[in-house]
């Protein structure tokens, strides 16, 4: 029987996030994490690199091959290229071609249509999977940090992924009161290229605006400046330019999504029953995800909920394990997937 089950592929969970995917192969642990990009050739339509290749090739390709992100917000936005990567993914994480046929748990916003399940569901099949099962995001997150899902206690999650944020309260295996927010780590980006655009009449890059995120910025006001070098191109004169550019305006800029954030989470906490904002104020709250990485995220939490705020230790991880969890206990744990939906 044993060695039936290894011909047909050990089982697997996918979070397949807007900025990256992780791959959890059962017994194995995280075997993949690698950004959601594929380059694609649009004359021949041929994929041409996936993953960290195709990332490094963003804003350096020529005009016929484009690199794309199949999910945006959270969601498919193109499924033909998502269910190519996915089906990539798994076989790179497989090292076999043939006869895997893995159980494929998938990690997906809570906020996702029912049309958008059924193609995350439909590219787990065409990429090879037997079963697939949806997991939503702030359950997976939940109980990849350790939180005790199951129990008669609240326990409250912030999920900040590259696209979406998920705020929920849990008990019982289930999500009590929930808020998906289409703003993540994207969002905070694109709020400093709109900035620096602004004021500075420079044009930069995704991946510029990024490192600028991740070295200097911050979600409270800097208790001391610092400044961080950045090129682009010049939208006076069309040549590249470097300008130095301080943590204060940084928090500037990133402001009102890191607002709408904050929001998010006190009005979940609105709409908390009596009895679990209880166990709430007790337990505190945990916040995961890539954006859960924003310096001062946790003070600003702090102050705005007057609550306890924990960091992960591991927030980039955090989907991927829990649902991996689900993978290895799947007896114990398959309560807390998305029912089937009935025919």
């Given at each position: 029987m044993r060695s039936f089950l290894g011909l047909l592929g050990r089982d697997m969970a996918v979070d397949l996030g807007t900025a990256n995917t992780l791959v959890y192969v059962r017994d194995r642990g995280i075997v993949l994490d690698e950004p959601s990009v594929v380059a694609v050739n649009t004359r021949t339509g041929k994929i041409v690199a996936v993953g960290s290749e195709a990332k490094q090739m963003i804003g350096r390709t020529?005009?016929?091959?484009?690199?794309?992100?199949?999910?945006?917000?959270?969601?498919i936005a193109d499924l033909d290229v998502a269910e190519q990567m996915l089906r990539y993914f798994i076989r790179k994480a497989h090292h076999r071609r043939y006869m895997t046929q893995p159980r494929l748990v998938v990690a997906v916003p809570r906020g996702i249509t029912a049309v958008e399940q059924r193609a995350v569901k439909e590219a787990g099949y065409q990429a090879g999977a037997r079963r697939v099962y949806i997991i939503e995001e702030p359950m997976a997150a939940a109980i990849g940090v350790g939180l005790p899902v199951n129990e008669a206690s609240g326990s409250m999650v912030v999920d900040i992924g590259g696209g979406t944020t998920e705020v929920a309260v849990i008990s019982l295996g289930g999500i009590v009161t929930a808020r998906s927010l289409r703003v993540g780590g994207d969002e905070l980006d694109q709020a400093i290229i709109a900035h620096v655009k602004k004021e500075h009449s420079l044009l930069l890059g995704a991946r510029t605006a990024e490192e600028v995120k991740i070295a200097i910025g911050t979600a409270c006001p800097p208790h001391e400046e610092q400044a961080f070098p950045i090129s682009g191109r010049d939208l006076v004169t069309g040549l590249p330019k470097t300008v130095d550019i301080s943590s204060s305006e940084i928090h500037e800029a990133i402001e009102e999504p890191v607002g709408m954030i904050v929001d998010s989470v006190q009005a979940t906490l609105d709409e908390c029953p009596p009895e679990l904002a209880g166990d709430l104020v007790k337990n505190g709250i945990t916040l995961t995800g890539g954006g859960a990485l924003l310096d001062g995220l946790d003070r600003r939490l702090a102050e705005a909920t007057r609550m306890p705020i924990k960091v992960a230790e591991n927030p980039l991880a955090s989907v991927a394990l829990g649902s991996g969890r689900v993978?290895?206990?799947?007896?114990?744990?398959?309560?807390v997937l998305v029912p089937e939906p009935r025919h």
């Open positions: 020529p005009g016929h091959i484009v690199a794309i992100r199949p999910l945006a917000d959270g969601v993978v290895e206990d799947f007896d114990r744990l398959q309560g």
